[in-house]
């Protein structure tokens, strides 16, 4: 059997007696650095263009990153060429650090500091793998020679900025494979390489410890970085800096936990691309933050832009679900989701913080609009059908038109097999209730009280056919032409609801109807638009009689031919 969970073993523990990061609450965004020019592009079927490269440079600085890993200088031609266009047209902004990759190896770090010749300001991140597969299967090296490696790295680093002071350095240092590393080891490594560089307040220092590969839960991710923190001997000028992969999904977790753990800084890619599951996705943790009221440090409020030039750049599109970003993640197709959200957005007031059923944020913030928010399909219920012709059609539905016409929309998603239109459901809303059939079109009316209520005269006709005066009498208006029609008609006519809304400004009719009528034992329902309410009332209430005797009710015999 190849599926065979025992090939695998479970990742050790940190034993720690004094973990102290679960009570943490992260109050401020890290230090970011996107590494979509390096890890990302490292990861791509076809790597960026140069261009590619600098519509991504512009979008990430246009973000708000001051910290950019813009390529591995050495190890490619095209990141070579990109890193010195950046420095020779001056496209590097004031604010902003560009940060390249070089193994510890002396003729790829000469070669970087060629890539870098005459930048005001970069950081230089040597890494090289220290864990325990890596130093046993790969290298065959001991923990001496792994750790000579780094010292070594560290030192071809620190002569070759001495001897360009004209830039302003940083150094960093990622032990590679960090999570496969034994923690004791990796402090060794880290120390030894510190102690060359000797941070201090002219001298930044930054260690990044990567989960090359995620290898575990993100909570053993926390202790690692914890327990790091608390053994290394510069931690005062030391800025740790974290590099989780998502092999396991929870490369955002990882890196969240980490930052409360004592890291300072985060490395990722925007929408996550990054080698195999990819590399933490900057835009869900910053986005993370800013639904806790934790100033992200960037501005995402573009997303549309985000997506589109990510997609572009690495050709891959984003998923629909993807959080914050994708297409999907604001819309609620469930009924009772919609009722929820439709009832929490109508209380809502401007300026309060936000407390929406099922929006972890407004989606306005990041640039999608409310209609995206309630879209309809047979799963979906009376609410958001409901609040789709309100939102749409400035139309409002009384709560049994709303169950009655919701079940029409979802007999209509059921027979298409999916998302129903705001459009169609206008359609199928105007078709069911809304037509007048021929003969049946209110022209004019009186209502009057006298001593014994009120006396009703409708005339009724239409294109051109023959015009019928209908006369009754009741306590009511809309029980006084009921009356009217169940004398001319020879029908028993009850009235079982009706309501009327005044329309907003902006529609020809200012006033819709809406009635349930029992017509000899036969249900139906009807509404109407008209310019008053009372028209409105009197046309429904045809409308829904005229249906109900076409389908068979009433005697039929003094009904004029034009109206059936
Ligand atoms: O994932 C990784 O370990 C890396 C390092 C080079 C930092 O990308
Ligand atoms: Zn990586």
Not at 425 to 436: A, C, D, M, T
Request: glycine letters at 8%; hydrophobic letters at 40%.
């Amino acid at each position: 059997m190849s599926f065979d969970h025992q090939k695998y073993v479970a990742f050790q523990p940190v034993r720690k007696a004094d973990r102290r990061w679960p009570d943490q609450v992260i109050e401020r965004a890290p230090t970011w650095c996107a590494v979509d020019l390096r890890d990302g592009n490292q990861a791509l079927v076809k790597p960026m263009t140069v261009q590619q490269k600098q519509r991504l440079f512009d979008l990430l600085v246009k973000l708000g990153f001051k910290e950019i890993e813009i390529g591995f200088p050495a190890a490619s031609q095209p990141d070579f060429d990109f890193c010195r266009a950046l420095i020779e047209e001056n496209r590097i902004p004031d604010d902003v650090t560009i940060q390249v990759l070089t193994q510890a190896r002396e003729e790829l770090i000469a070669r970087t500091f060629e890539a870098l010749e005459g930048a005001p300001r970069a950081i230089v991140h040597v890494y090289n793998s220290t864990s325990t597969v890596q130093r046993e299967q790969v290298f065959g090296m001991d923990r001496a020679g792994i750790r000579e490696i780094a010292i070594q790295g560290a030192n071809w680093v620190k002569r070759h900025a001495e001897s360009r002071p004209d830039t302003d350095w940083t150094f960093q240092y990622s032990p590679e494979s960090f999570t496969g590393t034994e923690l004791d080891f990796a402090v060794e490594v880290i120390d030894a390489v510190t102690a060359v560089w000797r941070p201090d307040q002219a001298q930044r220092v930054i260690i990044n410890l990567p989960a090359t590969v995620e290898m575990a839960t993100p909570n053993v991710f926390a202790d690692q970085i914890e327990w790091v923190c608390d053994h290394i001997q510069y931690r005062p000028h030391v800025e740790i800096s974290v590099h989780t992969h998502n092999d396991r999904g929870c490369a955002v977790a990882a890196a969240e936990l980490a930052v409360m753990a004592g890291a300072d800084r985060v490395e990722g890619t925007l929408m996550g691309n990054g080698e195999r599951t990819g590399n933490m996705d900057l835009v869900t943790m910053a986005m993370n933050l800013y639904s806790q009221g934790v100033d992200p440090a960037l501005d995402l409020s573009g997303m549309a832009e985000i997506t589109e030039v990510v997609e572009a750049c690495t050709e891959i599109s984003t998923h629909p679900r993807h959080p914050y970003a994708g297409e999907l993640v604001f819309t609620a197709f469930s009924g009772s989701h919609q009722d929820a959200i439709k009832k929490c957005l109508a209380r809502r007031k401007e300026g309060e913080t936000w407390h929406v059923a099922y929006l972890p944020i407004d989606p306005s913030d990041v640039g999608r609009r409310y209609e995206e928010v309630v879209r309809i399909n047979s799963q979906s219920g009376k609410g958001g059908v409901a609040y789709v012709l309100e939102r749409d059609y400035d139309i409002t539905l009384p709560r049994w038109l709303q169950i009655e016409f919701s079940k029409l929309v979802q007999r209509e998603a059921e027979e298409n097999g999916g998302e129903i239109d705001s459009i169609s459901i206008h359609r199928l809303f105007k078709k069911h209730y809304l037509g007048v059939m021929p003969g049946w079109e209110l022209e004019s009316y009186d209502l009057h009280r006298d001593s014994e209520g009120v006396v009703a005269q409708v005339r009724v006709g239409g294109e051109g056919g023959e015009s019928l005066l209908l006369e009754g009498r009741a306590q009511g208006a809309v029980e006084a032409v009921a009356s009217a029609l169940e004398q001319r008609f020879g029908i028993r006519l009850a009235v079982e609801a009706y309501d009327e809304f005044a329309l907003g400004e902006g529609t020809t009719a200012n006033a819709l109807a809406c009635i349930r009528v029992v017509v000899d034992g036969q249900p139906g329902s009807a509404a109407a638009l008209a310019e008053d309410t009372t028209s409105a009332t009197i046309q429904a209430l045809l409308s829904g009689v005229s249906r109900l005797v076409k389908a068979g009710a009433g005697s039929g015999e003094s009904v004029p031919a034009a109206m059936v």
